[in-house]
């Protein structure tokens, strides 16, 4: 299992503007962004205790979470993601799912899932089978992500948080999310090995300092 290193400061508008004027002058815009940005749609699940959501506000180190990600409303680009954190290192894994699987997921059907030749589904199967996971809540938000090759360092800013309450009618373009208030905008940076210096002295704001901030925690403060 590859870790990396993952770190997150809540900033401000103005540190967004300047961040992304000094990350835009050394690292180079994520291959999958549209005019430096795209568009994150995210289906949450958790059991009926909401584990996942007490272990993240009780600041446990070591937990688990599976979510289905749809990327610019793109139904042909949906991934199935299990992130896996232990302290400040994190693992993703992810694999693509076709626009039947994801609804069929979220709508609680789930005895293709058995069959499945992919590892990550029949995983996420026996977790829904063991500890009763269901969809719980969708998040979305706008990502503008830079990478940088040495380090294999990503660094991205997330903002324009929103949430669509009760409704986990993920593939419905037409399903209403609203702001979630207060919402601040997220840097995260991401690197394996190690960071290079040119990028940690690009993301110093001064005064800021890491945070535990977590858009489905957020999202789920309003179901």
Known sequence: ??????????????DKLILRQRLSTVMTPDSHAKNGHYEIRSLYFDNPDDKALREKLDGVSIREKYRIRLYNNDPDILHLERKFKCGGL?????????PNQAQSIANGDIRW???????????????????????KVIVDYTREPFVFGPGNVRVTLDYNIRTALRCTDFLNPHCT???????PCILEVKWDNFLPDVIRDIVQLGDRHSTAYSKYAACRMYD
Do not use: W
């Open 90 to 98: 994190g693992n993703k894994e992810s694999t693509p799912l076709t």
């Open 177 to 183: 999310t609203i702001p979630v208030p207060d919402s």
């Open 1 to 14: 299992m590859q870790f990396r290193h993952e770190v997150k400061h809540e900033i401000s508008n103005l």
């Open 113 to 135: 899932m058995a069959a499945s030749a992919d590892e990550i589904v029949r995983r996420f199967y026996t977790r829904i089978c063991s500890d009763r996971l269901a969809a």
